[in-house]
């Protein structure tokens, strides 16, 4: 018996987040999460099927009250995510080197996505400035186009393991849409790290949903979900890409292509990104026309 | 409209049927110092000539605090701190993280709400109902607003690029004061100009304790430059040479005064003055919540605001139902300390502008107009005034004519949608005006055919930052909220 006067440490069970809480998936299967040596440094759950329509479900019950809170309510809580991301760095700093990267590609994924988050806040409230008209229609009426988000957004996570997932996951919520996130496979735990910080930063329940899996298994039935609005993948993969948008005419579900090849340039965030998870909504109201034609007071 | 003019209709008179148990606030909350010096270059500075103004609370003429004089000598080194600070800092930060400044100012004052609360119903008379629920939050808002905007420039204006223009001198009057601060460094942070900024010198407090928000925020050190003082200290941070911009928010007069000073210099300049708003209630309004609009409209505040709603506009068949249930909600207003939470109207912020108020209300029974008062009992101490309306009165007359800045109402009918817009359209000023009829078509064409900056249709006094606010005509010109509000503080 080897004599240690180490504390020896509690290791962490990395779970699924669906509507808000910490469940095992259902099918209790798992896979391993390996460091840069092929070492296993922890069990993840590979989510089912079934994992994935609760998480579905639960978008879909958050999307009402998401979408109709005010927009700055939005901001404040994009706000305290970064917060909350902020004073728990080391953590992720941690968990990145774990997984294989340097300190320095460590460090920069996650000041970046702090920022990245920082950036999105301060959209909630904007991007409707940019995106919204009031249309000079010929008769009287009064027009204007204002945007709405598509509803609840599946996510496939891009490779850039936080920053990259950060990078999605904002504009999508800040668009006042739901979301369900296929994580990252290879690298897959601080997605779920990530949960802990938003289930800790006022995100309401089933707002953010993040499974970890596979791809190959669950990406095709997430296409073919027709409670599903939109789709954002954000890899370069034609063939997936092309099986992504065949699977999902079925309710014509927007697949919304972002090959960003690196995350850490500026222009990987942008407000078309919100954008492009809108939708336009058009209103025609009568203007009456008494008193004074031509009047000019 | 069904509604007979000659019913009689049984008044409410609850503020005598129930007494309400003082709510105080605690003034406790605040930790106001005896004396205040001069924000320049990130520390707090003796004025150079030593002297000192008293402020006092408005609620029971108490001395407060005292706060420095700013003279041309402050003025001087505050605007070189600015200038100083503009090309050593501000200029050169990434837009990101001077964003990231602006949103550690905003949180820094959410987290200090209730002292800020508490200070500027001391200081200024509002009720602490209002500055709690209203001005503070809003102001905090603004800074986090604002702070979004200034990494996202590019994108506000397309095909160019926005520049800063240096140092700007900003202005504010005693109405609003943390708020009407909040307005003015917010935007003017955002897109990357330093600032001199003189709050009223009745109202110093809540902008003193700004400061030494931006210093626990850490702002490299002249950003945000504050200097107490009266008209002089403005006079002499508006005529000097080193300032690229000014925005002043006061009184008419003194905007024209500014603009003539600033005349033949290229010293940008934004102007948010007065107003005297009219108030339209069509008969297919919604009486009583029509009734609370222009309650809101002319008596928050003490009805010391600038869009205030102050001539009302009732169509003739419902006037005197109308004029009746306004009479018999007035009569529950609660007049009184404003550090009580029950308090509807609290002080009128000075001794000065009570006088003014009161020369009103002369001068209204005087022209001939008919007066009603509600019969609110006053504290012994303190100035203030009871809720006030007068009817029949006219066109012409100097009450629906000239700003009062008081608790007082102007009434006049109208028939036809022809006349109220000439009618409300006569006169200089142009800030807001106030529609209310079930018809929505009819509010678009009154709201295109009103000569006023702000709409506000079947409500009233409405704001947020995201939200343009600004007048026509005589009541200046710029606009402060929203993606408009950014453009007086840049160049192309």
């Given at each position: ?8 440490s509690?290791?962490k069970?990395?779970?699924?987040f669906?509507g808000?809480?910490?469940p ?5 299967r ?13 069990n993840l759950?590979?989510?089912?099927r079934?994992?994935c ?5 639960s ?5 009402g ?9 939005r901001s ?10 902020e ?16 300190r320095?590609a460590?460090?920069s ?25 009031v249309?000079p ?30 990078s999605?996951?904002a504009p ?28 800790s930063?006022?995100?309401?329940g089933?707002v ?6 596979s791809?190959?298994e669950?990406l ?18 034609t063939?997936t ?7 999902a ?6 697949i919304?292509h ?14 078309y ?9 058009t ?15 | ?15 005598k049927?129930w007494s309400?148990?003082p ?6 909350i ?30 029971n ?11 041309s000598e ?6 070189s ?8 800092y501000?200029?050169k930060m ?5 964003g990231k400044y602006?949103?550690r ?8 709400a209730?002292e ?8 200024g ?9 209203f001005?503070i ?5 603004h800074?986090?607003?604002?702070a979004?905007w200034?990494?996202?420039?590019d ?15 900003q202005?504010?009057p005693?109405n ?8 003015k ?9 330093t600032i001199?900024l003189?709050?009223?010198e009745?109202t ?33 941070l ?10 002043f ?7 024209k ?5 600033t005349?033949g210099t ?8 007065g107003?005297?708003?009219?108030n339209?209630?069509f008969?297919?309004?919604p009486?009583?919540?029509a009734?609370?609009?222009?309650v ?8 010391h605001?600038?869009?205030?709603g102050?001539?009302?506009y ?8 109308f ?6 909600r ?14 509807d109207?609290?002080a ?22 008919l007066h009603?008062?509600?019969d609110?009992?006053?504290?012994k101490?303190?100035?203030y ?14 009450l629906?004519?000239e ?8 009434i006049l009918t109208?028939?036809t ?8 359209n ?9 529609v209310?009829?079930d ?5 678009f064409?009154m709201?295109r055919?009103?000569?006023?900056g702000?709409?506000w249709?079947n ?7 995201a ?6 005509k ?5 606009r ?6 950014l ?6």
């Amino acid at each position: 018996m080897k004599k240690t006067t180490q504390r020896l440490s509690v290791l962490k069970t990395y779970k699924l987040f669906i509507g808000g809480q910490f469940p095992r998936t259902e099918s209790g299967r798992y896979y391993a999460a390996l460091d840069a040596k092929g070492n296993k440094v922890a069990n993840l759950c590979l989510a089912s099927r079934k994992d994935c329509r609760e998480a579905i479900v639960s978008a879909r019950g958050a999307l009402g009250s998401w979408s109709q809170r005010a927009a700055y309510n939005r901001s404040q809580i994009l706000y305290r995510i970064a917060e909350m991301l902020e004073t728990r760095k080391d953590q992720f700093l941690a968990e990145l080197q774990q997984q294989g990267l340097s300190r320095t590609a460590a460090l920069s994924e996650t000041t970046g996505a702090i920022d990245r988050l920082i950036h999105y806040a301060g959209w909630c409230d904007k991007y409707q400035a940019l995106f919204s008209t009031v249309n000079p229609v010929a008769s009287s009426h009064y027009n204007f186009s204002v945007c709405e988000p598509m509803g609840v957004v599946a996510i496939v996570a891009p490779a850039s393991p936080l920053l990259g997932l950060v990078s999605v996951l904002a504009p999508c919520l800040a668009g006042g849409n739901t979301a369900v996130v296929l994580a990252n496979q290879e690298k897959g735990l601080c997605a779920v790290s990530l949960a802990e910080v938003l289930h800790s930063a006022d995100v309401p329940g089933g707002v953010v949903n993040i499974l970890t899996g596979s791809k190959e298994e669950l990406l095709p039935w997430i296409a073919e979900h027709r409670d599903v609005n939109a789709l954002v993948y954000a890899e370069k993969d034609t063939a997936t890409l092309s099986s992504l948008r065949t699977k999902a005419t079925g309710n014509l579900k927007r697949i919304i292509h972002w090959p960003v090849a690196d995350w850490q340039y500026e222009n990987a965030q942008s407000p078309y990104l919100i954008a492009d998870l809108q939708e336009i909504k058009t209103t025609w109201h009568p203007i009456q026309q008494i008193a004074g034609s031509g009047a000019s007071y | 409209m069904a509604t007979k003019s000659k019913q009689k209709i049984k008044p409410l008179r609850l503020a005598k049927a129930w007494s309400y148990s003082p709510a105080p606030e605690s003034a406790s909350i605040a930790q106001i110092k005896d004396q205040y010096e001069l924000f320049i270059n990130g520390k707090w500075q003796k004025p150079k000539r030593g002297a000192y103004l008293d402020s006092i609370n408005p609620a029971n003429e108490k001395k407060l605090y005292r706060a420095a004089i700013a003279e041309s000598e402050d003025v001087e080194k505050a605007v070189s701190a600015a200038r100083t600070a503009y090309d050593k800092y501000w200029k050169k930060m990434p837009a990101a993280e001077r964003g990231k400044y602006i949103f550690r100012i905003a949180r820094l004052m959410q987290e200090q709400a209730r002292e800020l609360s508490v200070m500027e119903t001391l200081d200024g008379g509002k009720p602490i109902r209002e500055s709690r629920d209203f001005d503070i939050p809003m102001a905090c808002n603004h800074f986090f607003y604002y702070a979004g905007w200034a990494d996202k420039l590019d994108y506000a204006f397309s095909n160019r690029k926005a520049k800063s223009l240096g140092v700007a001198a900003q202005i504010t009057p005693w109405n609003f004061p943390l708020l009407m601060a909040a307005w003015k460094i917010a935007p003017a942070l955002a897109t990357g100009n330093t600032i001199v900024l003189k709050p009223a010198e009745t109202t110093s407090l809540t902008t003193l304790k700004l400061a030494s928000i931006i210093e626990e925020a850490d702002l490299p050190a002249g950003v945000v430059n504050i200097i107490t003082g009266a008209g002089p200290t403005g006079s002499a941070l508006v005529r000097h040479g080193g300032i690229n911009k000014i925005a002043f928010t006061g009184s008419t007069a003194v905007g024209k005064l500014i603009q003539q000073e600033t005349a033949g210099t290229h010293k940008k300049l934004t102007l948010e003055l007065g107003g005297k708003a009219a108030n339209i209630i069509f008969s297919d309004a919604p009486i009583d919540q029509a009734v609370e609009g222009v309650v809101n409209g002319i008596f928050f505040n003490q009805g010391h605001v600038c869009c205030a709603g102050s001539r009302l506009y009732v169509q003739e068949s419902i006037a005197a139902v109308f004029i009746q249930k306004l009479k018999d909600r007035m009569a529950t207003l609660l007049v009184g300390d404003p550090m009580d939470k029950n308090t509807d109207i609290g002080a009128i912020n000075s001794a000065a502008q009570l006088e003014k108020i009161n020369y009103y209300i002369r001068l209204g029974k005087k022209e001939g107009a008919l007066h009603y008062q509600s019969d609110a009992l006053l504290p012994k101490k303190g100035f203030y005034c009871r809720p006030t309306l007068f009817t029949k009165v006219a066109q012409s007359s100097r009450l629906a004519q000239e700003e009062i800045f008081g608790p007082v109402l102007a009434i006049l009918t109208f028939r036809t949608e022809d006349e109220v817009i000439e009618k409300a359209n006569n006169t200089p000023y142009g800030l807001s005006a106030g529609v209310w009829t079930d018809k929505g078509s009819r509010i678009f064409n009154m709201s295109r055919r009103l000569k006023a900056g702000v709409v506000w249709a079947n409500s009233y006094n409405l704001f947020d930052p995201a939200s343009p606010f600004g007048g026509y005509k005589e009541s200046g010109y710029g606009r402060e909220g929203g993606w408009h509000g950014l453009l007086p503080y840049v160049t192309f």
